[in-house]
């Protein structure tokens, strides 16, 4: 099924469910199509990886209450076959399509802490599983 194609400057939205407080993630941020030779209205269109902006690209500061001390984690993107050209490609990659959301998943690195009198407490929950989805003002040019 055909949808809206992926350009720079559509936004990637990363939901991450729970208490957890990641603040580069709290707005979504813009991508950078790495086409070189296919754009959509004068942009260059998103390929399969360049759905991580380099802003999520390395770690990223996190809180989780009761664990107020920060820690550090790493985000991961799983595209759908929905998120990406079934038929079509450029430069030997599929072009990233709109499609629905998908997996992403928030690995701790360093966890956040929670100060006590015994001594610091780890945040436990090393995997925090999320959502990602795209956000596109192309409403002309689709893609299969």
Known sequence: MADF???????????IPGAAVIPTLLAPLPLTGSSTDVAVQALPVCLQGDELPVALSGPMPYTQPPFTVPGTGTLTLTLMPTNMTQRTT?????????GGPF??????????????????????????????????????????
């Open 5 to 15: 194609v992926i350009r720079t400057g559509d936004l990637l939205e990363v939901t």
């Open 90 to 98: 450029n430069a030997g990659k599929p072009i990233l399509v709109k």
């Open 103 to 144: 997996p992403a998943v928030f690995s701790v690195q360093t966890p956040a802490t929670q100060p006590t009198p015994a001594g610091p407490v780890p945040d436990p929950q090393l995997q925090k599983p999320g959502t990602a989805r795209f956000i596109t003002t192309n409403t002309t040019v689709t893609s299969a």
